[in-house]
């Protein structure tokens, strides 16, 4: 409900206010990990530089990756303007593994093209799954929206939705005669059953866990999924329900790194690439460059946690 009081427009980014406080606490759980780790005269930067250049050697057989980690000693502002085209160079390297299967240093200094990483392949084809019904996805809003018709029954209440309640135990005769005829019409459809304790249960719970897990972040990767979890998916993608995606990012995942680093889809992005890059962030307090470079951090380690999955994957297959 709170989600109605944020300022809303078509070109901004929005996120609902449990995801903001959910981003603000990776943030400040990140400020209070660098710090303890400067506390401790280690630099995160050097830390990420060793998984590139050794790690991936040892662990994956990938020699080529490399980042060069700038200077403690350097302020904030120089730290940003040298992370920068770190990032993009981690996006073309991992790109080169995609498409030729090897960095070969010599072609990665010739190409010129930029890497834009909404358009990066993974190495799976099949790795991210959307929802593609509508129907699905009101069904969906029906049993997992808090504010559903299935959401306050008549004689039971502390739950957020239809899909906790049932969870939880919940007889047809806990709702409202109107919210009955909802559920009968479910149960017509074979989405739900009366057990012989007369609670009402889904008939199959795997398929709704799974669109729970969908609805609750929009998309879902299957890197790590279990045969019959990916069993479930390819059967919702038969049917219409899902499809599949074959890039490095999450479509809302790409969306935040628009945000932090570009204004290319945002009208209120924070665009730190562009205004560092072009100088527009050049006279703020050293305070300003250091939550720049937080930011900057995160995206590393979102650039980071994808290309090792993808690499772990390949190596395990």
Known sequence: MLEIFQTKSNYAYNQTLISEYQNNFYKLSLLAYFDYLTFLKIDLEEVFAFYYNEHLKSEYGFPDFFFNASSKSYTYYERCKLLIPELDSLLKQFDFVQRYGEIDSDVFELDSKITNYQEIKSLSEKKFVYFDSKEKLNFCKLIFNSQSNLSFPEKKKGRKNFYEYVQYGISINDFYEYQKKVIDSLIKDKV???????????????????????????????????????????????????????????????????????NKKFSNALAIRNKITHGSYGKKQDSDYKSYYLELLMILIIFTVRINEELDCYKSN
């Open 192 to 262: 739900l059953y009366i057990n012989l304790a007369n609670q009402i249960r889904f008939t199959n719970p795997t398929s709704i866990s799974f669109y729970f897990l969908l609805w609750e972040k929009g998309y879902l990767s299957t890197l790590y999924l279990s045969e019959s979890d990916l069993k479930v998916i390819e059967e919702e993608n038969v049917k219409g329900n899902v499809k599949y995606s074959n890039t490095l990012f999450s479509k809302q995942e790409s969306d935040y790194i628009s945000y932090i680093m570009d």
